[in-house]
């Protein structure tokens, strides 16, 4: 995988909402970071280091990826 550079503003928004350190769901993030690839954006976090858990639960009969990272990326 070729991983946009840490500082790409992309990746920074991204970075703005998982650093509270709260799960947050893909659609929060979507809305939040205003971007709409948040499995591509989060396997490039992964690239430069970053430790996050992807985890599914089902909310009102839905299911929804809550993403918590854990560890921040190295610069």
Not at 25 to 41: E, F, K, L, S
Not at 49 to 63: D, L, M
């Amino acid at each position: 995988m070729n991983a946009a550079p840490l500082h790409s503003p992309r990746l920074q928004k991204v970075l703005r909402v998982l650093r509270e350190g709260k799960p947050v769901t893909t659609r929060q993030i979507v809305r939040r970071a205003g971007v709409m690839a948040v499995n591509a954006c989060v396997a490039e976090l992964r690239q430069h280091g970053a430790e996050i858990i992807c985890q599914p639960r089902v909310v009102n009969g839905a299911r929804r990826f809550f993403y918590t990272m854990t560890k921040e990326p190295t610069l």
